[in-house]
């Protein structure tokens, strides 16, 4: 059956440190792989997409690879801040969106 | 303007009554989805419709009908409510079907239906 597994549930790291989240999914080959970013009481809000062609996405002080023979996503945010706390969430692309269950990240300061 | 706006924002009702929840876009988006979201926080999509029509429909029972007057709006009708249907809904929006473009979905802010 098709998997997404996001590495652990939750996430704490230090203030300034690169929060790494991983995405691994099988029985899947997504045409796009796409991150969010939930907050308590929000629905999710559209953070980047990576297509299958392409190895990594930068945007700002994050940044996503994409690799499909291991089938995973790591998602990076560099010099972390309190106000980047929130759950985070994959979802795969194909001819509909499923999403991972997320993982939790506190940043201390 | 709010993108994806749904009503209503909380809903508590007891078991067996009927609920709907409404949705609309201004985005100008061709398609709509409805995701449950459980207390364990998982997303699971349930309808997506494209430009009126229903594309995807998982296995979700026969007493949730969503209806969509237009492309901007994709109503959720709730017959017969039971204590399991207590989650969130969320609806969502997306320029392509999949959300295979740049801009990924528009979810709207929730609404947390419990059943008692």
């Known amino acids: 059956s098709q998997k997404i597994e996001q590495n652990s549930e939750a996430l704490n790291i230090q203030e300034g440190k690169t929060a790494t989240l991983t995405c691994n999914y099988t029985n899947y080959s997504p045409a796009y792989l796409q991150w969010y970013r939930q907050d308590p009481g929000r629905g999710p809000v559209f953070l980047l997409l990576?297509?299958?062609?392409?190895k990594e996405k930068r945007k700002e002080r994050l940044k996503v690879t994409f690799d499909t023979t291991l089938k995973q996503s790591l998602f990076h945010i560099t010099a972390s801040q309190p106000a980047d706390s929130a759950t985070y969430l994959c979802?795969?692309?194909?001819?509909?969106?499923?999403f991972g269950a997320g993982t939790r990240l506190t940043v201390k300061p | 303007d709010t993108a994806v706006s749904q009503t209503p924002k909380y809903l508590v009702t007891q078991m067996g009554n009927d609920k709907s929840i409404k949705c609309e876009q201004n985005?100008?988006?061709?398609?709509m989805y409805w995701y449950k979201q459980d207390s364990k926080k998982f997303l699971k999509i349930m309808f997506s419709?494209?430009?009126?029509?229903?594309?995807i429909n998982e296995t979700v029972p026969n007493r949730f009908s969503p209806k969509s007057p237009d492309k901007a709006h994709l109503n959720l009708h709730i017959n017969s409510l039971e204590l399991g249907d207590s989650a969130v809904y969320f609806c969502a929006s997306s320029q392509v079907a999949g959300g295979l473009s740049n801009y990924g979905y528009t979810f709207g802010s929730g609404t947390r239906l419990t059943v008692v």
């Open positions: 419709y494209n430009n009126k029509e229903l594309i």
């Open positions: 985005l100008g988006h061709d398609t």
């Open positions: 990576i297509r299958e062609n392409e």
């Open positions: 979802a795969l692309s194909d001819n509909d969106m499923r």
